[in-house]
């Protein structure tokens, strides 16, 4: 049964248009949300995150929406890059313990 | 410097072989992980240990068990590999305190031949 669920495997964008990645759970205790980013034979790297208490985070050209009702977010990359090009994977947490559970990820990538 | 590291990077091995991977992390983070991604690319939690304690051990056979010498290591040791144990193994640090947000090492790629 998987919580977090990345339907798009795959996502192509030219580069200096969006990027909007979707993500979608189940479990309402989720409380804290993040994205990481995956470039191959590398570890996943943190990107953005946000609290189930907000709606929305900025982090230069990163936006994470958040919503609750839905329960779906989104990331929204303005303006992609080549160097974007990667894995992106959500995240969901809850519990004292911190635990995490994940996404398939969606493999972005962004054309010159 | 690099902040979570795992030795070794690759590791081929044969069925039933006992194994090592080890990770170090130097973010003075009180909190480690393993998390396994197969084949599938499914990045799943396997243990989570908080000042060397263990709190998370999620269904995973007895074959392995993690070890914490203290609170900048976490090692993983496999007995008796298995072809399904084949798989990329990560991994992670954070601060139990803050927030959700974990730093992971480089990963390492385990084939059972």
């Known amino acids: 049964d998987q919580q977090v669920k990345q339907n798009s495997p795959s996502l192509s964008v030219q580069e200096g248009r969006i990027s909007i990645l979707n993500c979608d759970y189940t479990n309402s205790m989720f409380d804290y949300f993040l994205w990481y980013k995956k470039y191959p034979a590398e570890g996943p790297t943190f990107l953005i995150s946000?609290?189930?208490i907000k709606d929305k985070n900025e982090d230069g050209r990163f936006t994470v929406f958040l919503n609750k009702s839905a329960k779906h977010l989104s990331l929204h990359i303005v303006p992609s890059q080549p160097g974007d090009s990667a894995v992106y994977f959500c995240?969901?947490?809850?519990?004292?313990?911190?635990?995490?559970?994940w996404g398939l990820g969606t493999s972005l990538a962004v054309n010159p | 410097d690099t902040a979570v590291s795992q030795t070794p990077k690759y590791l081929v091995t044969q069925m039933g072989n006992d194994k090592s991977i080890k990770c170090e992390q130097n973010l003075g983070h009180d909190t480690m992980y393993w998390y396994k991604q197969d084949s599938k690319k499914f990045l799943k939690i396997m243990f989570s240990?908080?000042?060397?304690?263990?709190?998370i051990n999620e269904t995973v056979p007895n074959r392995f068990s993690p070890k914490s010498p203290d609170k900048a290591h976490l090692n993983l040791h496999i007995n008796s590999l298995e072809l399904g144990d084949s798989a990329v193994y990560f991994c992670a640090s954070s601060h139990q305190g803050s927030s959700y947000e974990q730093y992971f090492g480089p990963g390492t790629r385990l084939t059972v031949t």
């Open positions: 240990y908080n000042n060397k304690e263990l709190i």
């Open positions: 946000i609290s189930s």
């Open positions: 995240a969901a947490g809850t519990g004292n313990n911190r635990k995490l559970i």
